[in-house]
């Protein structure tokens, strides 16, 4: 299990910001960085390329590469921010084979990145699986229509209720044999449905997400305690 690495990226930090004054050239090293115009005009710089930004275009900053932001001159530029680790390789490779620049995002997306902030906002249980899971649906949905340009109609189920129902349930009862039958039943759809809809969405079947929750837990279990190996697997749902 220790070897394990996840799949949904490490959400570092999301937030809301304004900005008045310019946001100078700089480079992250070892993660990246999501810029998303709220409301506002101006210009990004990513790797020396300018774009005139305006409301609903968002931006992602990959590793190793330079950008800043310039508010047009007298306005008020504000947007929601995250910074991350991606561990996917898909993901990865998409986003640095990628331009960045995602124009017009849709109603969906937005309320996506409005709920990963809420949720470090109000830190409720589970807060970060809830809003890393909800990042990696957004992300594989930009990878895979490439960036530079309108992103695809598939991008408004990237915050689905389908999928967080499904995570919530399988959260909230991992010690549970869980049977396909019993997560369609909490998500509120048909077994066949669920097992398709899952995979579009966030790229992992069903069960490959419950075994890494399971994963997730047991880690946590062994870091905070003493506990025996039966107990593990029983808490996790591991036989």
Not at 8 to 30: F, K
Not at 153 to 171: G, W
Not at 200 to 221: C, M, N, P, Q, W
Request: charged share 25%.
């Amino acid at each position: 299990m220790a070897g394990t690495r996840p799949h949904r990226p490490t959400l570092l930090w999301a937030s809301r910001y304004e900005y008045r004054q310019p946001l100078n050239v700089h480079m992250h090293r070892g993660h990246h960085q999501l810029f998303f115009i709220l409301r506002g005009r101006g210009e990004y710089l990513l790797d020396g390329r300018r774009y005139h930004y305006t409301d609903g275009d968002l931006f992602i900053a990959g590793r190793n590469r330079t950008h800043a932001l310039y508010p047009a001159r007298r306005s008020v530029t504000r947007t929601l921010e995250a910074k991350f680790i991606v561990h996917e390789r898909t993901i990865v490779r998409g986003i640095e084979t990628a331009k960045g620049y995602f124009p017009g995002m849709s109603a969906a997306a937005i309320g996506a990145l409005e709920a990963i902030c809420t949720e470090g906002d109000q830190r409720h249980e589970h807060y970060r699986e809830i809003a890393e899971h909800t990042l990696a649906a957004l992300l594989f949905r930009l990878v895979r229509g490439g960036g530079e340009g309108p992103p695809s109609e598939q991008m408004d189920i990237a915050f689905d209720p389908i999928v967080q129902n499904t995570l919530d349930h399988m959260q909230k009862n991992l010690a549970e044999k869980l049977s396909l039958a019993d997560v369609s039943q909490a998500a509120g759809c048909s077994a066949r449905h669920l097992s398709g809809h899952f995979k579009r969405v966030t790229g992992r079947t069903v069960f490959d997400e419950l075994k890494h929750l399971r994963v997730a837990r047991a880690k946590e279990i062994i870091a905070a305690s003493t506990a025996t190996l039966e107990h593990i697997a029983a808490e996790t749902g591991f036989e």
